[in-house]
């Protein structure tokens, strides 16, 4: 009578332990926590009735059962992944989750999806417009659009491109006010990001710093919780505001926003982030591919524009 086979899950766990000879870097390889991972592998070697592990106060060491069935599951493991990727990656077929921040998806990504849809009808995107950095373990995330690089070498990250900040407003209160300095602004409304210690909002205060600027008060005025909202507050002319080239770059193109100053700071990246072991999916890379190229002409057009 043939023995029942350990979950999947359960190897999974075994594995990374194994390779990392320790549980708390296999829980961040797995993107979950130390007693999650030493829990599962306590489970699992009760359901087999022998330790795989010898505990040290300095780490793991695999005990003789457990070095033969590392061998054992690290080829199963290889078998498996590469058999999964021939019958489901074969064709540029099938769906693709990206997890961008919310404000660069409607302003950046969305515009220019029906390029890539054109390229490639066969993939089907699904956008989450999530702030918060994805477990890829977990979520379902394929691929994740991200200002901040992460320390995960188990992650392939490419930059995108350094992101550049100035004060924009609309043309028509630009014509009612006269701003030649930053003091101006004084008369006006600045709209202000609800959130600014997140990582890809922008901040007045620190604007004005970097400009050695520290008599301008910034109190008062209007904030949004997201940028693409102070972006249309400035575009109806509620106000001045410190706006991304990144999100505003149609609206400055076509005039609906100006630039009262022709400073620019470069502040905040773009990242393009996902899992080592995807790198060559043909739906990963047709994704990499796609927007490496918008990125090229959105930063030909940026220089276009602003010189930078």
């Given at each position: 009578?043939s023995?029942?086979?350990?979950s999947?899950e ?13 549980f708390?870097?296999?829980s961040k ?5 130390q ?7 306590q489970?699992?070697?009760?359901e ?5 592990f010898?505990?040290?106060?300095r780490g793991l ?6 070095e ?11 078998l498996?992944?590469t058999t999964l990727h021939?019958i489901g990656d074969?064709?540029?077929s ?6 961008v921040?919310p ?5 950046w990504?969305?515009?220019?999806m029906?390029s ?9 995107l699904?956008?989450e417009a999530d ?16 200002c901040?690089w ?9 930059h995108?491109f350094?992101d550049l900040v ?5 043309a028509?209160l630009l014509?009612r ?6 003091g ?22 620190a604007f ?25 507050a400035a575009?109806d ?5 410190l ?5 505003c770059?149609k609206?400055i193109a076509?005039?609906t ?8 700071m470069?502040?905040g ?5 996902h ?7 043909p739906r990963?890379?047709a ?5 490496k190229s918008?990125?090229?002409q959105h ?6 524009n602003?010189g930078?």
């Amino acid at each position: 009578m043939s023995r029942a086979l350990p979950s999947l899950e359960g190897l999974r766990y075994f594995d990374a332990a194994a390779r990392h000879l320790s549980f708390t870097r296999a829980s961040k390889d797995l993107f979950l926590t130390q007693s999650a991972v030493s829990q599962k592998i306590q489970a699992l070697e009760q359901e087999l009735g022998y330790e795989l592990f010898y505990r040290l106060p300095r780490g793991l060491r695999l005990t003789h059962r457990g070095e033969r069935l590392h061998i054992g599951v690290d080829q199963a493991l290889r078998l498996l992944g590469t058999t999964l990727h021939q019958i489901g990656d074969e064709e540029l077929s099938g769906t693709l989750k990206v997890r961008v921040m919310p404000s660069f998806a409607s302003k950046w990504l969305l515009p220019r999806m029906p390029s890539f849809n054109q390229a490639y009808p066969g993939i089907q995107l699904e956008v989450e417009a999530d702030l918060s950095t994805p477990n890829f373990n977990s979520d379902g995330v394929d691929l994740a659009i991200s200002c901040a690089w992460t320390d995960n070498a188990k992650l392939s990250q490419l930059h995108l491109f350094d992101d550049l900040v100035y004060p924009v407003a609309s043309a028509d209160l630009l014509a009612r006010l006269e701003i030649k300095d930053y003091g101006d602004l004084c008369q006006t409304i600045l709209l202000h990001d609800s959130m600014p210690h997140a990582a890809y909002s922008t901040n007045w205060d620190a604007f004005f710093s970097r400009h050695s600027r520290y008599d301008i008060n910034t109190r008062g005025g209007c904030s949004f919780s997201r940028a693409d909202l102070v972006l249309q507050a400035a575009c109806d002319g509620q106000g001045v505001a410190l706006m991304r080239h990144s999100l505003c770059a149609k609206e400055i193109a076509n005039g609906t926003l100006v630039r009262p100053f022709p400073e620019v700071m470069q502040d905040g990246q773009v990242w393009l982030v996902h899992p080592s072991i995807h790198e060559d999916r043909p739906r990963v890379q047709a994704l990499k591919k796609w927007i490496k190229s918008e990125v090229e002409q959105h930063l030909s057009q940026r220089r276009l524009n602003l010189g930078s």
